[in-house]
Nanobody, 124 residues
C-alpha cells in the first residue's frame, strides 16, 4: 500500500503559478504510476496529468496542456505538478493518485490510492 499527502495549494491571481507536491509513503514508489486529478465545486472529479513509473512518459488533459507539467523524483518519493498561467477555471481541489504498475492511465478507476487533496483557488 501507499499513502499520499499533497501540499502546495493556495490562493493565486490569474496568470500566476503554483507547484503542488505529493509525498508518498513506502519504499516502492518507483513501482507506481502517478496521476493528478481535480474536482471543482459541483463538478465531477477530472483527470489533469499522469506520469509513468520513471517520469519518462507524461500525459495531460487538453485543458492544461502547455500550462501544467507533471514530474517525479523517485529518490524523494514525490510527484509534482507545476501549474503556470493559472486561470480561474483551474480552481478546484487537486488530488494526487497512485496505481501499482509502470504505465499511466487517465481514468479515475485505474487509481487505487488517493491523497486527501489540496485546494487551489485562482482569483480573476
Amino acid at each position: 500500500q501507499v499513502q499520499l499527502v499533497e501540499s502546495g495549494g493556495g490562493l493565486v491571481q490569474a496568470g500566476g503559478s503554483l507547484r503542488l507536491s505529493c509525498l508518498a509513503s513506502g519504499r516502492t514508489f518507483s513501482s507506481y504510476a502517478m496521476g493528478w486529478f481535480r474536482q471543482a465545486p459541483g463538478k465531477e472529479r477530472e483527470f489533469v496529468a499522469a506520469t509513468n513509473w520513471s517520469g519518462s512518459n507524461t500525459y495531460y488533459a487538453d485543458s492544461v496542456k502547455g500550462r501544467f507539467a507533471i514530474s517525479r523524483d523517485n529518490a524523494k518519493n514525490t510527484v509534482y505538478l507545476q501549474m503556470n498561467s493559472l486561470k480561474p477555471e483551474d480552481t478546484a481541489v487537486y488530488y494526487c493518485a497512485a496505481r501499482a504498475g509502470y504505465n499511466y492511465y487517465y481514468t479515475i478507476n485505474a487509481y487505487a490510492y488517493w491523497g486527501q487533496g489540496t485546494q487551489v483557488t485562482v482569483s480573476s
